[in-house]
């Protein structure tokens, strides 16, 4: 278990604030921020490589605060992957193994045997000048769990990858989890969030603003950041089923048509309140999500005015000041909500 | 060039100017000797001691102080310090001094009186007149290129990288000598090359603090002074004959290995 206790760091004009959370043995750890939030430098910290001003970091209720880096078996993998470009990409893994009581045989055999995991068997006499993103991403990887570390810390792991390197590695992190590993993984992607996290806090301006479940945190957001989320407040685990092609999303009795090349049947939906178009009678449109519910809230937000409509779930639909006039709307009314199967983001645990 | 303007024929016509005039004295000198002479010259005693003496002399003096200056142009690279200026201006002082001054200046540094000769004394060693005096003369006017050279190397040494190798474990000498000095070999190799370069060119630190035993810039300006001229160009070329192959051969040898 790793606590973070009251990280406070200045560093020119930016500070870290009291940063604190705890991450439980076999966690995957999700830090969500925007870009300049302070996650990498948490990062870092608890890594050894910045000496915060004030707190404690306390690993196995083992104060690790001032431990020397080299001491702590805290894995990290840079976001720009940082692999040495002088050694061979099996130099590289078996770098860490180096002064530990390993017979040559053995570091060999622990090298193949990540090296397996991690599907880069056939890189390793490679120099790294030679390898894609996606292959340093591995090495990195792979060099940071041959030395079993207590806690793997990842610095956007993603950021650089094309969509399909993104999919191949997520699963690779889910199995790295599912292996035993503790992660912390930081990003500003929330769908990678959603996707990989079973924690998430979110830093804002130095400091975590919230942590909790991904539902919890995302359900209920306490910050401006998550709340900007585009129609973060239709956000549903389902369960995906495919029959002949199609898709939908089971909640509850609900069945909400959608389109996604994902297979792996546990995950979230996302809709956006704007896509939802509402209407007092049925319409006959090419739309295939429609359905019948009573509003029972509109509340007036920045966006416009938010109706929230229990169709067997809470949806939350964005319209203007105009239409809640034309379609009369008022708490307790029956209307129609309608929205397109393309316009359902699924999001695969 | 994609274009030939006027001003570009203007440079181009200066540029030559400048490679003849460094190509030209050389090339006269060359001309003017014959094989015979050169071969005649190679096989003196004198000639050739002075050669091997201006080699291992420059070769050691750069080694031996290699060994401290490389750790401090790795401090100068990396961390920001009070008076950093000043340390790099120190160091770069004995390229703007005259080296006759900077020879005064180490004599007596290392002559018996001194605390540094008197160690020498007691270790059986006087430096005046001595390849070991010679050697700190050729290492005190060189050691710039050598510092200079090594902090651009360790400069260009990603931070991350150090950082990454302290994370897999290794302690901060193992970072050093697996990481920070292994990508920046390549400046300090030629840094190396350089310093050995000077100091075997050195006249003016190493004539004042050693006459004798005689190393060749030494030998070829006591033969320009004693027979003339003449006498004294078949040691030149043949000096700068060897120096060029030894610059070249080590070059060659810590060339980039695709």
């Known amino acids: 278990m790793l606590t973070v206790r009251g990280i406070t760091k200045q560093f020119g004009d930016f500070s870290l604030k009291n940063v604190s959370f705890t991450v439980n043995q076999g966690d995957y750890f999700i830090l969500l921020g925007e870009s300049g939030a302070g996650k990498s430098m948490v990062l870092e910290t608890i890594a050894g490589l910045v000496k915060p001003d004030s707190g404690a970091i306390l690993l196995d209720d083992h104060d690790i605060t001032r431990e020397k880096i080299q001491h702590r078996r805290i894995g990290l993998v840079f976001q720009d992957h940082a692999v040495f470009p002088h050694l061979k990409v099996r130099e590289n893994i078996a770098y860490a193994l180096h002064g530990r009581k390993f017979s040559t045989a053995t570091k060999k055999t622990t090298v193949d045997a990540v090296s397996r995991q991690l599907s880069i068997d056939h890189l390793l006499d490679r120099r790294p000048y030679s390898l894609s993103g996606g292959e340093l991403q591995r090495v990195a990887l792979a060099r940071t769990l041959v030395q079993e570390p207590r806690i793997l810390l990842l610095d956007e792991p993603l950021a650089s990858l094309d969509n399909r390197l993104k999919t191949e590695l997520r699963a690779l992190l889910r199995s790295i989890h599912h292996n035993g590993h503790t992660l912390i993984h930081v990003t500003h992607d929330y769908e990678e969030a959603l996707s990989l996290g079973t924690r998430i806090a979110i830093m804002d301006k130095g400091t975590v603003v919230q942590e909790g479940s991904p539902e919890n945190v995302l359900l209920h957001p306490q910050s401006e950041f998550v709340a900007h989320f585009a129609g973060l407040r239709n956000f549903f685990p389902v369960t995906l089923h495919t029959q002949q092609g199609q898709n939908w999303a089971q909640t509850g009795n609900l069945k909400i048509n959608l389109v996604t090349e994902e297979t792996r049947s546990e995950g979230y939906i996302l809709l956006r309140g704007e896509d939802i178009i509402l209407s007092n009678d049925p319409v006959d449109t090419s739309m295939t999500n429609n359905f019948q519910g009573k509003v029972t809230e509109i509340v007036l937000s920045r966006y416009g005015n938010e109706v929230t409509i229990n169709i067997g779930i809470t949806l939350h639909a964005l319209v203007t000041p105009g239409s809640v006039m034309k379609l009369g709307l008022s708490v307790g009314k029956e209307i129609w909500a309608h929205f397109k199967a393309t316009a359902v983001k699924y999001i695969a645990r | ?258």
Do not use: C
């Open chain 2, 1 to 258: 060039m994609k274009q030939t303007t006027t001003i570009n024929l203007v440079f181009i016509f200066f540029g030559a100017l400048i490679l003849l005039f460094i190509i030209a004295p050389l090339l006269g000198m060359f001309l003017k000797t014959t094989p015979e002479t050169l071969f005649e010259t190679a096989r003196e005693a004198e000639v050739r001691n002075s050669i091997w003496l201006t080699i291992w002399t420059s070769l050691a003096g750069t080694l031996f102080f290699a060994i401290a200056a490389i750790p401090l142009s790795y401090l100068l690279a990396r961390y920001e310090f009070r008076g950093k200026k000043l340390v790099t201006g120190i160091i770069d002082l004995p390229v703007v001094i005259p080296h006759s001054a900077a020879g005064i200046a180490i004599l007596g540094f290392v002559s018996r009186d001194s605390a540094i000769g008197q160690i020498g004394s007691a270790l059986g060693i006087n430096f005046v007149g001595n390849p070991a005096g010679i050697s700190i003369a050729m290492a005190f006017v060189s050691i710039p290129f050598l510092i200079n050279a090594a902090r651009d190397g360790f400069s260009s040494v990603p931070v991350r990288l150090e950082k990454a190798a302290l994370t897999l474990g290794a302690s901060p000498t193992r970072v050093f000598f697996t990481i920070s000095l292994p990508l920046a070999w390549r400046n300090i190799l030629s840094g190396l090359i350089l310093m050995f370069a000077r100091g075997m060119s050195e006249f003016g630190a190493v004539i004042v603090v050693a006459y004798h035993p005689m190393i060749t810039p030494v030998l070829i300006y006591e033969r320009f002074g004693a027979f003339g001229l003449k006498y004294a160009r078949p040691v030149s070329v043949l000096f700068i004959l060897i120096s060029l192959s030894v610059f070249i051969l080590l070059r060659w040898l810590g060339r980039e290995k695709k």
